[in-house]
């Protein structure tokens, strides 16, 4: 399994930006897959995920500001990230596990793309 993260950038406060990763490797739809992010001095938090059969899952954070999707036939999930705020400046990972969403067993992860948010 490989992934690759893009879509990071510098966005002022209150604006969007959507995150991409493109998984390749095996069957993808049998993947769950989660974006996380590491921001800097703070440990590696959850941020969302979306299981092989399409539920959503969101850390308390960015629920309601962000939305995940997955589009199978091109092997990549995507993070819309929208109202962006300071504090969601981080490295953003993405990851993968074959079957259900379980936040503690993603064990495949992307290099990750930065995101910066100026106020």
């Known amino acids: 399994v490989q992934l690759q993260a893009s879509g990071g950038g510098l966005v002022q406060d209150g604006e969007s930006l959507r995150l991409s990763c493109i998984f390749s490797?095996?069957?993808?739809?049998?993947?769950?897959m989660g974006w996380f992010r590491r921001a800097p001095g703070k440990e590696r938090e959850f941020v969302a995920a979306?299981?092989?059969?399409?539920?959503?899952y969101f850390s308390d954070s960015v629920k309601g500001r962000f939305t995940i999707s997955r589009d199978n036939a091109k092997n990549t999930v995507y993070l819309q990230m929208n109202s962006l705020k300071p504090e969601d400046t981080a490295l953003y990972y993405c990851?993968?596990?074959?079957?259900?969403?379980?936040?503690?067993?993603?064990?495949?992860w992307g290099q990750g793309t930065q995101v910066t948010v100026s106020s």
């Open positions: 979306i299981s092989w059969n399409s539920v959503t």
């Open positions: 990851a993968s596990h074959l079957g259900g969403h379980s936040v503690a067993h993603y064990n495949r």
């Open positions: 490797g095996h069957p993808f739809s049998r993947y769950s």
